[in-house]
């Protein structure tokens, strides 16, 4: 056997299209073949074969759900064949029904198995690229399963490839040849012609009268002129750009009232030039006329126009247009029409200057969902996934809330994909509601080592499961749990962390979690261990937002007291006399803290570690000691808030506040040293040196005029932070920031006139899960004059 396509990218594009056809009218075609079958008992069950290779007839029959003396059911086929070719090893699955003696019948299954690779595929014409990375972006290897659908699959991922390199002629074409043919071995051979490279890189706008070109920068695709990569590199775009290039000039000049714009785009690129043209007609600008809905039987016009975005008499939109076409199909589809639509028709007449839009109304049929199916879940389990949706079997079809269930699964975090299929079933009126799913890794190990202005060299180990199951032997995934193991270390810190978070606990909206940690510090002072644990319990809120209780108790440790001078208070020092309220560091000390913490969150962030759009809020109250007893007495109260504001170009801008107070209570005197608030550093107020900002204890070097300063903290701290992000390349931004704040030893005090401040400029180096962030920032104002600069700021993580 050798078989060859010429046309692979092209006839294979449709093939899924075809396969779920032919699997909807199965059903029909089993009823006009046999229509006594129907309520015919199933005599036999035959496994025909056609193609190379070998069949284990045992292990198609274990997944049919039709069997010997079972009624027959047209649907039930149809499943059955749909069933077999999701294992992925046949081509092809056909199923007929024969009529025999006494009205039973004999349900033959005929099938095609996959072809199976005897060698890695071979690449012929591929010059732009190393062989490994064909490879890689194929994902064919020795001995995996393939038919001519996997190979044009596998073609289409190295044509795209090379359409981004600024290949747009790029083709290829593939060839199967038989080496076993009883065990079904065959040899794959792709061909590529790379053609040669295309694309220009300044493109010039003819015609456009009413819309200047500043205003088409977006749908030109132009890099805002501020942005300091396009300095040195020059944009390119290839033909298909170009093609996006007309389309989004024609939309933005519809979206504006020009209806008859005629926009086209020219290029010599194919000649060796690098220009494009963009030449517009922009024809008559219209409004809105008359706005018919026809076709609507079941709802009046009345309810239908609420949900229509414009009015007569307005300027015409294209975007105006399809959101109302939009909002009518989801108006019929939230009350079970499913199949609705609202097809728009456009009469601009010139002479009045006014474009009449009909809205041809398609209702589709009501709905009912029989039955709930998750498929191709193979490590998540079923429960994690039903207990996302908010949709059930028997009640009316809802197209939001299948939407929202959507989306609830791809926030899991659990799958590549996700969709929503509503099946036919033997009912007109009923669907099956299939969420088919496809896994990804959820499970990380990282090990690695990194640099921070702080911290200096720093080493750390970090294994983490999304999508963890603690009783789930032995893989201990798909229960939808969260668990991370964590280890940081470098010459002033050490850090060991165990957390795990159920997400649903007793099958609730209740989350349960605990933590396990310590937490060890090198300040120049003194060396602080934390070591604790705490349990957490929360639940969903309306409104994105969320409430939870933790108990946490925590042992500190406080020694290698190196510095056992007496210090005096900066704020009651008199320069002259050298005197103060005196402080020391006098003797190692250790103390419990048992704490109750109550928070309270709203999150409506598009992103959690870099994002570009929302907002979260968060208060919360603590108390630690009286009846909680151990050794320290004291409560806390905390507030925080940031807005990121997107602007054009993808700039964002974010906006962050934040508040803490302490008091001690009861016999106890003062906050304890290891829960007061510092500022200065990396993650705080970025320009000063680490925890240098706030109340400070000083003395004077004996026989000089110098001094030494130490932070000892505050009860009461304000920050605030304002930055400017602007995209450079993929996984790189530049940012522009302002830091302002301060700490005050006593409670409840925040003194916007006595505020630290610095601003500066940085990089945003995006890596998931290793961010790095490059900052150099001047201080502007400081809060005391001891307080100390360092103005270079080098930090791994996400944003604070």
């Known amino acids: 056997m050798k078989t060859s396509n010429d046309k692979a990218v092209a006839m294979h594009h449709g093939r899924g299209l075809v396969g779920r056809v032919g699997l909807g009218i199965i059903a029909l075609i089993l009823t006009l073949v046999a229509p006594s079958a129907m309520a015919a008992n199933i005599a036999d069950i035959e496994i025909e074969q056609r193609g190379m290779g070998r069949t284990d007839k045992d292990y198609i029959k274990a997944h049919l759900q039709a069997s010997v003396g079972a009624e027959f059911s047209a649907s039930l086929a149809a499943q059955d064949v749909k069933r077999l070719l999701e294992t992925g090893q046949f081509t092809t699955v056909n199923v007929r029904v024969e009529e025999g003696a006494g009205g039973d019948v004999k349900v033959i299954f005929t099938v095609q198995p996959k072809w199976r690779l005897a060698a890695r595929p071979e690449f012929q014409g591929v010059h732009r690229f190393r062989q490994g990375k064909v490879r890689k972006l194929m994902e064919l290897e020795d001995g995996d399963l393939v038919d001519e659908q996997a190979a044009g699959v596998a073609m289409r991922k190295v044509i795209q490839e090379y359409r981004k390199k600024r290949y747009p002629r790029a083709t290829g074409t593939w060839t199967f040849e038989t080496v076993n043919e009883a065990r079904g071995l065959v040899r794959l051979v792709f061909v590529f012609e790379e053609g040669k490279p295309s694309f220009v890189n ?41 093609g996006e290039i007309e389309s989004n000039v024609k939309r933005q000049y519809m979206n504006q009232g020009f209806m008859d714009v005629q926009v086209s785009v020219s290029s010599d690129s194919e000649e060796g030039g690098r220009r494009a043209v963009v030449k517009v007609q922009e024809g008559e600008r219209y409004q809105f006329g ?17 949900q229509l975005t414009m009015q007569p008499g307005t300027l015409a939109s294209l975007d105006a247009i399809e959101n109302s076409a939009e909002r009518l199909q989801l108006y019929y589809g939230d009350r079970g029409y499913l199949n609705a639509g609202a097809r728009p028709v456009l009469v601009p007449d010139s002479q009045t200057r006014k474009v009449h839009v009909t809205y041809n109304i398609r209702e589709g049929e009501l709905v009912n969902i029989r039955n709930i199916i998750i498929r191709n879940n193979t490590r998540t389990k079923d429960k994690v996934i039903r207990r996302e949706l908010l949709v059930y079997p028997g009640e009316v079809y809802n197209q939001t809330r299948v939407q929202r269930s959507e989306r609830r699964l791809s926030n899991l975090g659990f799958f590549e994909t996700v969709r929503v299929i509503p099946e036919q079933t033997s009912r007109l009126a009923e669907r099956d509601l299939v969420f088919d799913v496809t896994e990804k890794r959820t499970g990380q190990f990282m090990i690695g080592a990194g640099f921070s202005s702080v911290d200096n060299l720093l080493g750390f180990i970090e294994l983490s499961q999304g999508n963890f199951d603690l009783l789930g032997w032995p893989y201990f995934t798909g229960g939808g749990q969260k668990l991370r193991l964590k280890m940081q270390m470098s010459s002033s810190r050490a850090d060991y962390e165990l957390n795990f978070t159920e997400p649903w606990f007793l099958d609730r909206q209740l989350s349960l979690g605990f933590d396990l940690y310590r937490r060890e510090r090198d300040y120049t002072e003194y060396d602080l261990k934390r070591t604790g644990s705490a349990i957490r319990l929360g639940r969903a809120l309306p409104f994105a937002s969320r409430i939870t209780m933790q108990y946490e108790i925590e042992k500190n440790e406080i020694s290698d007291i190196s510095d056992l001078n007496t210090y005096y208070l900066l704020d009651t020092y008199d320069f002259e006399t050298h005197t103060g309220t005196p402080f020391q560091f006098t003797s190692e000390e250790d103390g419990v803290k048992s704490a109750v913490t109550l928070t309270l969150a709203q999150d409506t962030r598009d992103n959690p570690f870099i994002p570009t759009r929302g907002n979260r809020f968060s208060t919360s109250y603590s108390v630690a ?32 506040t934040r508040f803490d107070f302490a008091e001690p209570f009861g016999e106890a005197d003062e906050v304890p040293l290891t829960e007061r608030f510092f500022l200065g550093g990396g993650r705080t107020l970025r320009g000063f040196k680490y925890r240098d ?3 400070k204890v000083i003395r004077q070097v004996e026989g000089s005029d110098r001094y030494y300063d130490r932070p000892y903290g505050g009860q009461s701290m304000f920050m605030a932070n304002a930055e400017y992000t602007i995209p450079i390349i993929k996984m790189l931004r530049f940012g522009l920031f302002y830091d302002t704040g301060n700490v005050w ?42 307080t100390g600069e360092d103005n270079w700021v080098i930090w791994i993580g996400y944003d604070y």
Do not use: C
């Not at 009268?209 to 775009?237: C, G, H, S």
């Not at 005090?749 to 490059?774: E, K, Q, Y």
């Open 625 to 656: 000691g009286g009846p909680m007893g151990f050794d320290y007495d004291f409560y806390s109260v905390g507030l925080q808030t940031a807005s990121y504001v997107p602007l054009w170009f993808g700039h964002v801008l974010s906006l962050r």
């Open 202 to 242: 300044e493109i010039e706008v003819k015609g456009n009268q009413t819309i200047p070109n500043r205003e088409l920068r977006d749908a030109l695709k132009r890099p805002w002129v501020l942005n300091p990569w396009y300095w040195i590199v020059r944009k390119k775009y290839d033909l298909f750009e170009l």
């Open 693 to 695: 900002v706030g109340p």
């Open 745 to 786: 030893s006593e409670q409840y005090t925040v003194d916007f006139n006595d505020l630290a401040s610095s601003t500066g400029m940085g990089l945003r180096l995006d890596i998931p899960g290793f961010p790095i962030r490059i900052d150099r920032a001047w201080v502007l104002e400081k809060d005391d004059e001891f």
């Open 290 to 306: 008359d706005v018919r809905l026809v076709g609507n039987t079941l709802y009046p016009d009345e309810a239908l126009r609420n």
